[in-house]
């Protein structure tokens, strides 16, 4: 059986932000997130790294629904250009986590 077919989500996705892109990266993901929160329920945050101020990291929890949300998520990020955000050769690392027990 699939547990995380029937066990809520959590999402961390992070990513390094090109340096001509962090003044208006969190306006951006902020606005995509805003949309995905109108459509899955499911409501973002954004933090920033400590260490590292060009390193974002989006959470996403409580997801029910992973297909749909998947699939929502990857077309506002499109929609919304957050490619465009991202430090030459860096992408958006998703990892997707679940209750212990």
Sequence with gaps: MNLAATV????????RLR???AAGAF???AAM????GEITGISGRVLRGADD???F???YEDV???GAFQTTLKELVAEHGLAGLLADGAVRHVERF????
């Design 8 to 15: 809520p989500l959590s999402y961390f996705i992070y990513y």
């Design 19 to 21: 340096p001509e892109a």
């Design 27 to 29: 306006a951006t993901v």
């Design 33 to 36: 997130q805003r949309r995905l």
């Design 53 to 55: 101020p060009m390193t």
């Design 57 to 59: 990291m989006e959470v």
């Design 64 to 66: 029910a629904d992973d």
């Design 98 to 101: 679940m209750a212990c027990a």
